[in-house]
């Protein structure tokens, strides 16, 4: 079967899928012609902010994608940016050519090949609201070129739009952060409006580790003081007043 007709038959496909995971799995079937066996789709972008990616089609335990979660690698990932500004496939191999990558990016563009995948292509949805949402797919052996660039692109985003309607076309929110017990500790006794040396003696920890730990929730939240931080927490249920 040939790239174009694997393309326009999951378009046509996708509009009678009943479920995301039907989606799922037709997107990966029509794709692998292609060299795709890994897809991952969802919300990246609101308002032009970029927050942890809000996955909700695809390949969720793919061994790269939960390092790539759990190392809170989307603060470093150079192709979320790049995708803001484009209505084009990006692809991760040309992006890491390019002279301005710092070696923290490059890191992150060149770690997906220590989980067997050769290269990538995040293609770019733009959607109302300021919403901005992307499926990228890569592979073992995945090369693309501008025949695949062009049929990723039209299953991308007929797959997504058909999400969005099988989800009821609700607002999409980000995923909210996992926060340690002993952060969100800290995070309770600043809501009382304690100090960092009072809540480094309540939990009979040093100061600097209560420093410490407020500020890598406030990393998390992307905030500039506590009370944001306490604010933001509350807003995903992960604080009572």
């Known amino acids: 079967m040939s790239i174009e007709k694997s393309a326009f038959d999951f378009v046509e496909q996708a509009t009678f899928a009943t479920s995301v995971e039907e989606l799922d799995r037709l997107f990966l079937a029509h794709a692998e012609p292609m060299g795709v066996d890994y897809a991952l789709g969802g919300v990246v972008f609101a308002r032009r902010r970029v ?3 809000n996955i909700l089609l695809g390949s969720r335990d793919h061994a790269w994608f939960r390092h ?18 484009t209505v084009s496939p990006v692809s991760w191999s040309a992006v890491a050519s390019e002279r301005a990558v710092t ?9 997906p090949k220590d989980f067997g995948l050769s290269d990538g292509l995040a293609i770019p949805l733009h959607c109302a609201q300021g919403e901005m949402g992307t499926l990228t797919v890569a592979g073992s052996h995945f090369v693309s070129d501008a025949t695949i660039e062009m049929a990723v692109y039209m299953m991308a985003k007929k797959a ?10 609700e ?3 980000p995923v909210s952060p996992k926060l340690s017990k002993r952060q969100l500790q800290c995070l309770n006794l600043v809501k009382e409006g304690k100090t960092t040396a009072e809540i480094a003696e309540v939990l009979e920890i040093s100061p600097h580790t209560a420093k410490e730990h407020i500020e890598k929730v406030m990393e998390i939240f992307d905030v500039g003081t506590r009370v944001e931080a306490v ?7 992960l604080l009572s007043f």
Request: hydrophobic share 40%; aromatic share 8%.
């Open 231 to 237: 604010v933001a927490a509350h807003r995903d249920n």
């Open 103 to 111: 070696h923290d990016e490059l890191e992150v563009l060149l770690g």
């Open 171 to 173: 607002p999409v929110n």
């Open 51 to 53: 927050f942890r990616p």
């Open 68 to 85: 790539y979660n759990d190392q809170n690698l989307f603060r470093r990932d150079v192709i979320l940016p790049r995708m803001c500004s």
């Open 160 to 169: 997504y739009h058909r999400m969005i309607e099988l989800l009821d076309e």
